[in-house]
């Protein structure tokens, strides 16, 4: 049986201007898995993280964490089980040195001077932001603030991570690591991960579900079944991974394959396996239809 | 471009400055300044401006690093000197026509402009000599009042990212042909500018509020940190604190 660890029923959130920001938005999350929320510009996504653990409370609905209802009275208790990782390390990052930030939560928790000490080597170490200690957050490159701002988080050690928009504003290099360690946090200690992103490519390397969020929760489903999903992608002015579009094309060619891989990975795996039943070789050729086709496909990613 | 306001650029040079406790230095330094500042004998202002400068020079700080900052400090400072000796009753030195330059005004004025240089030379060996996250850990290790402490640690965390961000708002105009200048429609436009930035301010504001509330802030702030004071440390403070203390007592006993 999967044990819930969050669970949002009927949220719905108005900003004190009237924008209306979120509209009876639900879903489950269990615990281990990783979550990907995705959705355009101004769906509401920060918004909905900011619920998960209390900063922002619904004018109607409800948010459970453990079985836990999120409230004014339980917040501390709620603040050590869901960290969230703002989208601007700015923002995360507010204390003068990368030590006293990391220091910030645990002393707020309540634990002792040796006790912090420990939680700060431990989480540096594996984070790998070592020599980094004493550093004023405000010379840090982009991808080393990514890290920090995730570090002054994992150091209260919490079960459930959140993050927004993570791999925004990043190198290549600085966001595979990222996408790495978030794995390794999930895999190694089974933290729960739930991330709001646009960047659709990553998202198969990272999530095992997606909700699709639009005010309120459009969709759910694996990666697979939501990125085949052209007319839900498309109403909501969704991308798919650049993979999958092209292994959309392949077909128009005559490729076979009933699921489009949607990372580097699973399109090695596919092709091997297209090799191997036909002895070595792939075949690809233009047919009757196939310009109709690959014009189809071209008009229907213009739209984005 | 503008410049970053770093006080502790040269925090982590050596000298005997930088090897004091920082909260002995600030302790004995604060009270050094308000033994000079307080007093009104000319030569014992001269004596501890002098001893100000020894100060300074002991912390080792690059000259150019020195002046930089002074020079900002001299144009408050200056016009005491110019205006004091024709504005003070008493006795003429000279008159350049109907206006009378006087001793007692020229007096006052050095005085003035000597009690203000000697408490911003000492500002040098106190602040610029400690990494100034340490120096705000050890105002709070001095008990200052904590909302206090909270207030000087997110101006300095914050001073360099609304610097930074004035910049961008700055690139931005310039890139599109605004020349920074006096007419009124350059103000105005610096104008809207700096409401932009108080608005960016106000939400970033909220938004670091929000990161400290996830991470358990209910309103006060603990620091960690770690002082060791030695002999050498409760000697020099001491001492500076009796020199301060001295000075009162010559002035008195004169
Ligand atoms: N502090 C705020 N005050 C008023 N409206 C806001 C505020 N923050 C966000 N909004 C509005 O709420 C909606 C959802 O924003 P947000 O949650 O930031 O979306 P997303 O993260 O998906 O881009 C948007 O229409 C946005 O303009
Ligand atoms: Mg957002």
New binding site residues.
Partial sequence: MKKEAISVKNLTYT???G?K?LEDASLEVYEGERIAIV?P????????LLHLNGILRGSDGQVEVFGKSVDKENKEEIIKEVGIVFQDPDDQLFMPTLFDDLAFGPLNMGLKGDKVRERVEKTILSLGLMGYENRCPHHLSGGEKKKASLAAVMSMEPRILVLDEPTANLDPKSRAELIKIVNDLNEREGITVIM?THDVNAVPAIADRVFVLNKKVIAEGTTQEIFSDGALMKANNLEVPDVFKLFEVLRCFGYNCEELPLSIDEAIEHLMRTAEVNGGHIHLHIHEHTHDEVKKLRSEYEHH | MMEYPEIDKYASLDSPMHRFDPRAKIIAFIFLIFSIVLLNDLKLVLIGFLVSILFLIASKLPFHFVIRHLKGVSIFIIPFLVIMPFTVKGDEIFSIYAIKVTYEGLRYGILVALKAFSAVILIFPMVATTKFETTIKALDKLKVPNILVQMLMFTYRYIFVFVDEFQKLLIAMESRGFKLGTSLYALRTIGNALGMLFVRSYERA?RVYWAMQSRGYTGSQKTLAEFKMCTKDYVLMVVIIAFAVCLHVVCYAY
């Fill in positions: 900003h004190p201007d924008t920001a959705g510009n101004g769906a509401g996504k920060t918004t909905f709001a | 909220e």
